[in-house]
């Protein structure tokens, strides 16, 4: 037997898919598809706040930069308002970093609810239904993978 993925609610091997306790035989299971759900724009949201947040303090490192050149103040004055806005944009270079780590891991999820579906037995089943679009395609095609190794190993016999 071979197992093509594993985690803790679903196992698809050579033999079946397991989901949740309930067992679907690959050989009993007709057709297998996925629906693609709509948008959410919590998720787009919750990213474009992640931008702002990035882009906050630069913004405000520029605009000080911008006021300080404008005001036409002190030579020391204006240094002394170039070097604070310098230091907030450097300061956001941390913040940066953590922000776009967390904008990367939106992407990787997607901003859609998507679904695998089965025919067993006659019956569409529904088999996963995740937000998370790198789990959904790591599960997909191993899914693929088994259904093929099943067809291939029924037309040889």
Do not use: N
């Amino acid at each position: 037997m071979t197992t093509y993925y594993d985690d803790r609610t679903i196992r698809i091997t050579s033999e079946a898919i397991r989901v949740d306790g309930r067992a679907y035989p690959l050989v009993e299971v007709a057709q297998v598809w996925h629906v693609r759900g709509a948008r959410s724009w919590g998720i787009l949201a919750g990213r474009g706040a992640l931008l702002a947040g990035l882009a906050g303090p630069l913004v405000a490192a520029v605009l000080g930069i911008v006021i300080a050149v404008r005001l036409h103040t002190s030579l020391t004055v204006t240094i002394a308002i170039v070097g604070a806005s310098v230091l907030v944009g450097l300061a956001a270079a941390p913040v940066a970093d953590y922000l776009l780590e967390h904008v990367d891991r939106s992407y990787v999820r997607g901003t859609h609810r998507l679904e695998i579906w089965a025919q067993w037995r006659g019956t569409p089943v529904r088999l996963l239904s995740t937000g998370d679009a790198l789990r959904f395609g790591q599960v997909y095609r191993a899914l693929e993978r088994a259904v093929e190794q099943t067809s291939i190993g029924t037309a040889r016999h």
